[in-house]
Structures are given as C-alpha cells and as structure tokens.
C-alpha cells in the first residue's frame, strides 16, 4: 500500500510540475496550451535519447529535456502569438498530436511504437524499488518546490504583471508600451521549459516512454487540475494536480464497489465521472479551490 | 538445457513437498487467504474492440478452477482494472494491482507500450507477467524469466504466414501494415521470404491506425497488380480496408492474422465482403479440447485469438501456482514452464489440472492458444498455426500445422 | 507515386468523398462558433451519439438509412440542446475558453455514455456495400456517392434555411452582431438554441456518414475530430460555407498526402494546411476578420 502511495504522489508532483507550467503559458499569460502533452513528450524524448544514446549524465538530459520543450514552446508561440483563444487551442491540440506521430514514424531516432525501454533512473537497480520510488519522490517534489518559489516570484514580478496586463487587454498592453510578441514568447517558452522538464523526469522515472503514453487524455488531465486548482495561482496547480490525482485513482475504488455492472461498463463510468467532475467543477467554482488574490479582471 | 533438466528435477521435488503440504495442512489451509490474480486489458481507448472479451476469458477460467476447489483448497480471487490502452494509465494500474491488491501474477496486457511499461514493475515486485504483446522487443527485456508471452514474436507469425502464402502460390504481395512496433519487421522478414521463393513484395504502406478513409492506400493495392495483399492490422482499420477492397473488386487473396478478423467483423461486414479472407493465429491441435471448450463458453462463437490467449494465462498461472503449492510470484515463475511443457500427463483445462496435481502427476498444459511451450526467453516455441477461410460468417479449416 | 493525369483524379475525387465526410461536422462546429462565439470540441460526442442513434433506427427498427439519418439529426440535435443547457450554457459568463475546456471534457462524458450501454464492439449498418462504379479507370462508389449528396443536400438544406428564412435572418443577424440583433427584437438565446441544435443534429449525421463508410464505436467521431477542426479553422472559424470548402481543402489534402508523402502522416497534413492557412490568411480561407 505504502508503495502504491508513494508512486502515486510521484505521478502528483509530476502532473503538478505540468500544470504549474500550464499556468504560466495560461494562468498569467492567458494563451491557452491544448498541446501540453506534445511538449512533455518532447522533454521525455529529449531526456531519454540523449541518456540512454549519447550516454550524458541524468542532469544534463532533464535540462535538455527543458531546453528542447522550451525552444518548441518559443517556436510555436512566434507562429501563435497573434492568434485568437480559439485558434490557439485547435492548433496547440494539432501540435501534439504531430510530435506523436512523428514519434511514431521516425524510427531512425524515436525507435517508432516500440518506444524506448531501459532509460536509466538514480540509483535504480543499485537500491531496492521502493527506495528508489522514494528517491524519486524527493526529486520530483524538490522540482516541484523550486519551480513553485520561481514561478510565484515570477509571478509577483514586473514581468508576471505586465503577463497579466497582456491577458487582460492585449491591444492595452500593446499602446502601454509593452513589446506583447516577446512578452508571449518569454511566456510560453518559460512554461513549456517546466512541462519538458517534467517529462523528462517521468521518462527516467518510468524507464520507458513510447509514443502511445502521449496521448491527449494527459492534456485534459492537467487542464483539469489547474481549473479545479484555480487558473492563474501557483498553489492552486499543485492543489489541482494533487486532487486530479485523487480523482483518477479514487474512481477505481469507486467503480469497484459497484454492483451489477460489466467491466466495460465500470471503465465506462470511470472515465465518466472524471469529465464530469471536470464540468461540474468549471459549473461550480470556476475560480478554482484557491483562487488568483491578484486577479485584476473586472467583469467576470 | 541443464538448467531445464534440474528445473525438472527440483519440479518434481517442489511438487512432492506441496503434496505433502497440503495433506499435513489438510482444512486450514483450504480456508487460507485467496489467490489474488490482476488483470490488466484495455477496456478503454484503441484496444476497446479487444480487452472485455479477454477478461471475460480469464474470469471464466477462474470460475472453473475454483469450482474444481480452487488451488489447493485456496479460492482464486481477479482484480481487473483497465489500462486505456495508454502505457501511463496501464502503470499506474498496475501499481494499484500490485501494492494495494497484492496480485501475485499479472495477464492480459494487450498494447506493447503498455506491456513494456508495465514489465519492470513485474520484475521489480517478482511476479510474472502474462501478455498478448506482439512486439518482438519484449521478450528481450531484462525480465529475468517474469515475463511470458503467448503472442509469436512476429519473426514466428510473419515467417510462418509466409510460408503459408507461398505454399498457396502466391508470388506477388502488398503488405498493408498499421503503425506498430512489428510494422517494419514484419516488412524485413515478408521481403527475405518472398524473395527467396522468386516471389516480391510488390509495396508496402504503413498507415495511420485511426483514421476512417484509405481510398488512396487501396487504389496503391489495385495498381500493384498482386496476387495478394496482407492486411497487418486491427479490427477497426481492417474492417475499412476489407470493405474498400470490395468495393474496388480486389479479387486476389486476402491475408489478415485472425485478431484483426473475427467474429465482431462477421457482424460488421456482410458475408459477401468477408468472404474468402483467409487468417491465421497460432493453434493447439485439431483434437484439442481446450478451444473447443472456449467456444462453447462464449456461446458457440468464433473466439479471437487474443480470447484463447487470456484463457490460457489465468490457467498457466493456476496451474503453475497449484504445483508450486505456492502461489507467490516467484514461485509460478518458476513453476510455468514445468506445467506448460514436459512429459507429463496432457490436460486442456484446469479442472483436469488441478485433479491431475492433487493426485502427484507431473502435467503439460496445452491451451486454448496452442501448446504453450515457452523458450528461455518467455517466448512461445513450438506453436502449430491455424489457417482458416471466412465463409458465410464463420471460419472454416483450411490448414493445420 | 502519381503517373498519370488519371492518378490525379482519382485522388481528387477519393479527397472529395473524405471530404464531404468531414463536412457536416465541420459546418456544424462552425455554426455553433457563428452564433455563441466558442469552439465546441463535444462535436466529436455529437457525431458518435448521432452515429448509434442512427444505428439503433436502421439496425434494431428497419429504418432505411435516408430515414436512420434524420433520426441521427434529431437525437445528436437534441442531445446537444441538452448539453448546451445543461452542462454549457452556464459556464458562458466565465468567457469562450470556459466553455471550450468544458465541451472537451463533454465529448469524454458523451463517449462513455456511449460506451455504458453499447460496449466497444464494432457495428455496421444494414446496408449492402456496392462496388465501384468505373468511369475511364476513375473509380467513384455509389455509396460513397450517396453519402457525398446526402452531405451537399444537408448543407444545402442549411444554407437554404439561412438564405431564405426569417429564422436565418435572425441567426445571421445574431452571428453578425448579437446586441443589434437584440435591439432589433430578436431573441438571442432561441437564436443559439436553434443554432446548438442545428450543429449538434449536423455531427450527428456527418458522424452517422462517417459510419455509413466504416464502422461505428465509442471512438467514432474521436477518430476524424483534428481534421472537423482543421476544415473549420482552415475554412474560417464562423463561416459556414468555408467549413464545406474547408472541408474540401483537408480532404483532398490527406488523400494526397497520403500518396505524395506517407499515409501514416495523414494527420499532418491537416495541421500543416492549419499552420500554411493561419500563416498567409488568419482569418481562413472565407472567414472575416474580427
């Protein structure tokens, strides 16, 4: 039970790390990421190629994880930047599903659907598995804390401020002065930097990432958290992730305890509730659990 | 083959130990704690069309073990829990299975990605893993013996299918192959065989697996001029293809492995389009009472091979527990091979089994899927194929062998 | 790949039949963005439940399949009425990208409704499957053909409705200026009622099209859903006829694909017509600015 507990706070920190990205690139900047999973598949992809092909040591394969996801995010927001929400949202979502199928075509350098196996993890194999779960706990909630204390000085930082201005009023922001192309850019880069790092971290945490783990269930699963959490706080994301979590590993116990249903139809009623917590939650308290304190915006 | 030698030797020991065992321990230990099992199909997502009825195999099977009296006096408990056919949900599944159920084998992991996931974790808690996995990469992981694979690697499948095509004078063939992990390999193995009987793959196309139109991929078939094409995919895009290749008057052969085909295609398709498809899957003999009986279980309909496969990963892991008189991980790692192959007595289900094992006699299994013979790699050897035709809604024997 | 003047027709014309696939879906996410100004990703949910409810009328009760396609209209129109008042319609005070995220989550919910009480199996409509009619070595089936004019009189129909009725009057108005359209006396909330129920029942029956070619499953509309979104956005978020036209150009563009470039890059070739569209024309290719 225990190891069941800790692997799953593992996947917490991590879906945490992905959403505290998300809510720099929409929370302060509001452009909305539905392409997440295609930048934490490309920080795994980064991560675990250039460790297990290259040989480099583990900490220099997550920064390029970051790295790489970061240079796509500055990437794609150069070619987004000037595009409405809606735009955005169907071109991010198109986004991922390419870095999937590029994925799954390149062979010669992704290994295809076969994915990749044996990615090395700190100390695996030296220490039993359960340490080596809380091993990777520390790291991931480490990751977690710093990203945290950066993200929320960020946020209360000139920079946070005018991301803000630019979410609220862009054309405002513009006459203001404020360069809103970079701005973005800075923006987008920032948050997609967190999300690679954080595939980085599950791709060495899993030892094995294949393209069919990057699918966009992820994307929603994370979008869930930072609106249950509250779009726009740091704490809120890590608040979200943790009850998403919550939410997708209770709703097993849940389905199993009730009668008279078939498997499938247990699956059924499991995927269910968790897009229907998700509506309900947007229905209820569409600020979240922990709302933004500095949200400027007038008219709701 | 020493190391199976003395594996057979300890076998025998390990078997007398659990006899005597269970005679000492008598009641008390039949009302010990149940034998947990975790199932891991996809119920959701692309392996949808797949994972209820593979459930449902291993569920049956257990019915019956624990109507025989369960192993050794212990009933036999499936915990299933769905992977979404998604490698970070078919973890954190197997997590729940493995630290909260205390599963002491894991079957029925459908998806290769997921399969691959999920095998540290078997090997890291000791406990086996029962998969239906084509990707040949598998069975090469560090598994140390905790993984088997009733699925041929697809250099078994392909080369075995070829042979067959060629037997049947085909010389010229498209290969039609979705995005998998055995989509270039397949391509590898189809290419060396055909051209060495003087025949040619004359194209090959890998397509998406998702989508609903492949009027442009058909119309490359209908160009190429062949006496056959090969449909290396699932039952979703084998359905599209089947009914565009109609539709186009391809009258040449079609050859697709059985799991693509089945009986949900019969109900799908009229008879005219699938008639003549011809499909393969690996077989236990004609005389086989394992299938048979499988069939008459799921109402007397075609079973597809992923079905037949499950059934025979809840009675391995049964069986294997029931000789070991142990039912920990290692232990039915240990002890599978021991009742999959060998001289012993032949049984096809576990009621025999089981009877078989409370009386001291050594058994081999030969299931519903085939004779079940893993290699040192957890590979099955030693499989017969069968091939068979559609005709009107149902299979019809062609080949055996 | 393409030898002579004859490959190239046939692709335009298997392009043509995946589009008219595409377009109903298409128009009627756009019709629904026209009107309520957000993108309603649940019209991959739409298309699935318009699917099985045409399935359960040409299958369970007989219908003929020009009959099972107006109930697929009626059910997925209704089931996206229901939705929209219940589950979206609410979340509209919060903004457009509220909404969006919700409708997401709606096309999950939407699916695995479908699910509880169908299961993953495949099925099929009871229809025979025809073969190819050929013209000068051009393939064209006459199923397909059918459900190419079935898609243009669905679209016609709506673009009849608009053209020619006080009701499209009203929904053009709202769709131009929804506080002029309310000063001048019309109701905006029937307007989107009318609107949601409209694209919504359109899913449905490009969904139930979409099975009328392959074969229907709790993933039916999930399957084709980038390229609806791509049509929309390359044809103009909003514009009904550039979501047919749009529906055209990401048609004929992965057939082409997946000919010129490899068919397992299908899906590419819709993002890439997206990103080339936004690039030269934001506003797609018969959308307005604004």
Known sequence: MEAYLVAMLVFAGLYALMALGLNVIWGLAGMVNLGLVGFFGLGAYASALLTTKLLWPMPLGWAAGAAVAAAAGAVMAVIVARLRGDYLAIVTLGFAEVIRLVASNEIWLTNGTDGISGIPGPWRGAVTPQQFNLIFLGIVWAAVAVAFVALARVSHSPFGRVLRAVREDEDVAAVAGKPVLWFKVRA??????VVGFAGALYAHYNAYIAPEGFAPLLTIYIVLALTAGGVGAMRGAIVGALLVLLLLEGTRFLAAAIPGVTPVQKAALREGIIALSLILLLRFRPQGLIPERTRTRASP | MTQTRIGRRAALLGAAGGVTSFAIGGKAFGQGNPVVFGALPPLTGAGGPYGPAMLRAIQQVVEEANAAGGIRGRQIRVVAEDDQTNPDAGVRGARKLIDVDRV???????ASSVTTAVAPLCWENRLPLFTVSGADSITLLPHQGFIFRTQPNSRLQI??????????????????AAQSPFAQSSQDVLVEKFRAAGGQVAGYVVY?????AFRSEVDQIMRARVDTVFLNGYLPDVTILLRELFRAGFDGRRFTPAYAVNQNTFQTLPNEVTNGVITWQPSPDVESGAFRRLQTRFGNVEVDPYSAQTNDHAALAILAAAAAGDATGVAIRDAVRRIASGDGEKVDNVTDGLRALAAGRAINYEGASGPVDFDERGDIRGTKFRYERAENGRFALMELR | MIQDWRDLVQVLVNGVMAGSVLMLPA????????VLRYPN???????????FAGWIANVQWGLPAGLALVAAFLVAGAAGLLAEEAALKPLRPSGALTVAIASVALTILLENVVRFFFGNSLRGYDLPVLRDWRFDGIRVNPQQLSNTAYALAAAAALFALLAFTRLGRAMRAVADNPQLADIKGVDPDRIARVAVFIGAGLAGFGGMLIGLDTSIDPLTGFRVVLSVFAAAVVGG????????????????GEEMASVVLEPAYRTVTAFLAILLVLTIRPEGLLGRRG
């Open chain 1, 188 to 193: 987008f880069c920032l948050g997609a930097a």
């Open chain 2, 104 to 110: 002491t084998a894991l079957m029925g992991t459908w």
């Open chain 2, 159 to 176: 080369s075995t299918g070829a042979d067959f095509l060629l037997r049947q004078g085909s010389r010229r063939v498209f290969h039609m």
């Open chain 2, 208 to 212: 998406e697996r998702d989508k609903t």
């Open chain 3, 27 to 34: 128009i009627g996410f756009n019709c629904i963005f026209a």
């Open chain 3, 41 to 51: 990703f649940a019209v991959a949910g739409y298309a699935t439940v318009g699917a």
């Open chain 3, 237 to 252: 978020l909003g514009s009904i006829p550039g979501a047919a036209l749009g529906a055209m150009v990401v048609g004929i």
